[in-house]
């Protein structure tokens, strides 16, 4: 690997630090200061996130904050951390998004943004999916919701920028390219979509699945812009789209028929994805190998509900479950 040595296939040599979650958890996010934010899974409105972080070679809890709803996703701005300051935003998305400062320990909510335009209460409001910071314009973060909709707002103004229909059906993930006004998103419609802030009247649908399938989550290489990775609905295995050759998979990467739930693109190489799995798998993938096996599968034995690689340390990947997060040395 560029910047990184990994071994083929094997789960007993990589050094792990464990944090236990005091509550089942789902949403998982590693700032540029390599803080994770966990948030909780449970069922009503009074939910937890919690920022953690590791300390000689230990992972504590530095702050807690209740949150209205499990939230489907956590998001740092991708900036935090490297301005030299201490304080750091967060964003959560439920039937809104949410906007946290995260400083000396605390959090607090400084924006609660509305996908509609009009006045609802937020009972009222349909779920957001996911959402995307923009890694070019800090100021630029879009929603996907159950509603059909896309929708980009501007936080310096706090206000939509755009809004658009921009599937057939649920649009489940959404995210940015390098380029600052491509976007792409994904569906219960089965297709992934591109499109350019420039001209909303039109997208370019670079895959459908066959047979008809949601596709529930998608990941931008930002270094090899042409792929992108997806996967499907109780189908095995990752999609890999090449976005010059649409309408075709070049290449379906699945490991002992394991469906993923959750993966993201190595921020130091332009090859290697890791996935995490329903039946407990934590995988990297040199997609551009020929070998067919992954070169790395770290037995969890629990379903592996998040992944993420820390920019900052990307010999260290990060595994959330439903009561433990584990940093694995890579």
């Known amino acids: 690997m560029e910047g990184a040595n990994i071994s083929a296939n094997s789960s007993s040599h990589y050094g792990r630090h464990v944090y236990d979650t005091k509550w089942p958890a789902y949403s998982l996010a590693c700032s540029a200061s390599c803080r994770f934010a966990v948030g909780s899974c449970i069922e009503g409105s009074r939910n937890f996130i919690e920022i953690v972080e590791l300390n000689d070679n230990s992972i504590e809890c530095v702050a807690e904050t209740e949150h209205t709803f499990p939230p489907t996703k956590l998001l740092w701005r991708p900036d935090n951390g490297c301005n030299g300051g201490n304080q750091e935003l967060l964003a959560s998305s439920t039937t809104a998004l949410n906007l946290l400062k995260v400083q000396d320990r605390q959090m607090n909510c400084v924006a609660t943004l509305s996908s509609s335009r009009a006045r609802k209460q937020a009972t009222d409001l349909p779920p957001l999916t996911s959402f995307d910071w923009s890694c070019v314009n800090n100021n630029k973060l879009a929603a996907s919701s159950v509603d059909t909709t896309c929708t980009i707002w501007d936080l310096e103004t706090q206000k939509i920028d755009q809004q658009l229909i921009a599937h057939d059906k649920a649009v489940y993930d959404i995210a940015f390219s390098v380029v600052d006004s491509l976007f792409a998103s994904v569906g219960a419609d089965g297709s992934v979509r591109l499109f350019d802030q420039r001209n909303l009247a039109h997208s370019t649908i670079v895959y ?11 990941a931008w290489n930002k270094i090899n812009s042409n792929y992108i990775a997806t996967i499907a609905g ?96 890579v």
């Open 208 to 218: 459908e699945s066959s047979p008809p399938s949601p596709l529930f989550r998608l």
């Open 234 to 329: 109780d189908v095995p295995g990752v999609k890999l789209i090449d976005v010059r050759r649409p309408s075709l998979a070049l290449e379906v990467l699945s490991y002992q028929e394991s469906c993923v739930n959750s993966i993201a693109w190595a921020p130091h190489s332009r090859n290697h994805l890791l996935c995490g799995t329903e039946d407990g798998f934590g995988l990297i993938w040199d997609v551009a190998s020929k070998l067919g096996m992954p070169l790395l599968a770290y037995d969890c034995d629990n379903e592996v509900y998040q992944t993420q690689w820390p920019a900052m340390q990307p010999d260290c990947a990060a595994l959330g479950m439903a009561h433990q997060i584990r940093l694995l040395q």
